[in-house]
């Protein structure tokens, strides 16, 4: 057997690395014009609410979550007080939760500042992406995981922070009359529906499509908290029936 050098060693790691994370790149690189454009919007959507470039930019580099955003803009216009724009924020983005308990076995092995961060560039999108290709990986932690991660979720990251920043700066000359949050709804959903490739997708989108829609009344955005803990339990449920059956779709 060849003796490897430890420069040699180290080579092939860095090449190792860099083939995982771009790979990751090629899977998120299709998804990055929707949410680029989201995040455009999200950008347009703050300084429109009244907030000045610079509190906006702020938001969208520390807060980094679109619909939590969006869902705080209207109680800070009204002068909420801060723990109800808190607690709001919050619900939305209660789905982050879910996502994490679900990657946390792949990084388990990091320390905690690690793990915050990358916590914190989490995506809907990376999530899907990542889970998709590793939920049944009998080996979880492994260097090609976690650099396949890193190449899902930094190019989305700066994607989105360019983008936002763009509709920061530019929205005092967007007409107010363009329907740009209808136009990246419909990007978001044709980058999503492509990735339902079985039965338990299907009722899971299904499901939390139909429960978004009909709890809307609810406040502080409930609705949508109760569409992705349905989402969840009706697609795990749909999986274990099909599993039961003993076939897959």
Known sequence: MTKVSLPQARALARARAAKSFNE?????????????????????????????????????LLVYAGSAQLTALPLITAGAPLWLIFAAASVVNIRFVIFGAAVQPFFSRYRWPARLGLGYWLSDMGFVLFMSKFADAKKRGTPHQMWFY?????????????????????????????????????????????????????VSILVAGSLAWLCQPLPLRLGLAVAVVGGIVSGVAAEKYQLKGGHRV
């Open 150 to 202: 890193l190449g899902l979720i930094i190019p989305g990251w700066i994607s989105w922070q360019v983008a936002s920043l763009a509709g920061i700066f530019m929205g005092g000359v967007v007409p107010q009359g363009w329907e740009l949050e209808f136009a990246a709804t419909l990007a978001l959903m044709g980058i999503t529906i492509p990735l339902v490739k079985n039965m338990p997708m299907a």
């Open 24 to 60: 990751g790149f090629q899977q998120v690189l299709p998804t990055m014009v929707a949410t680029s454009l989201w995040g455009f919007v999200t950008g347009i959507a703050m300084v429109k609410a009244g907030m000045s470039e610079l509190m906006a930019s702020l938001m969208t």
